[in-house]
């Protein structure tokens, strides 16, 4: 059984995970606008790997015998003044991801809760990922300098990268 200050953060982050899908759809949405169906495409397939994180942390909850509670968030940012706004938007957020994980995982490790921390590993890992993935393609964003040749070729390649 967890605690009830590990079973709130877990709870926490669930819907935290459900609310970054959302925030990835508003950037698929955004350049879905702007005619760069490839970065769209990035942006749904991130928008569906946050939720199935939101419900490898359900499951997880369900799994050690407590219900998980859903609850609404904030609505997310859908203003965007170039593709690699977004993406830098993206990067910030998955950092804010980073910090959370890390507050779950010390919070798991006060409490000596083994199996919290074994499971919260794969979420550390995905998150070295994560953050290396939006800070490789806006390294190459800002090398392109809005240079629309440029970005309209990456944008068929990494519509088809991922």
């Known amino acids: 059984m967890l605690s009830a200050t590990l079973y709130e953060a877990l709870t926490d982050q669930m819907n ?16 879905e606008n702007e ?24 499951k ?12 609404g968030f904030e609505n997310p940012n859908n203003k965007f003044e170039s593709v690699l706004d977004a993406f830098e938007k993206g990067l910030e957020h998955e950092k804010e991801v980073t910090s959370r994980i890390y507050n779950l995982s010390e919070i798991a490790g006060d409490e000596k809760e083994y199996a919290t921390i074994s499971f919260l590993k794969w979420f550390l890992d995905e998150q070295v990922e994560e953050e290396s993935s939006f800070n490789n393609i806006i390294q190459k964003l800002k090398r392109m300098n809005n240079d629309p ?10 519509g088809e990268a991922k």
């Open 16 to 31: 935290y995970e459900f609310y970054s899908s959302h925030v990835y759809l508003a950037m698929a949405s955004y350049c």
């Open 35 to 58: 005619n760069y169906d490839g970065f769209a495409k990035f942006f749904h397939d991130q928008a569906e790997e946050e939720r199935a994180h939101g419900m490898k942390i359900y």
């Open 60 to 71: 997880y909850i369900q799994n050690r015998g407590e219900q998980a509670s859903i609850s």
């Open 149 to 158: 040749n440029s970005l309209l070729i990456y944008d068929l390649k990494i």
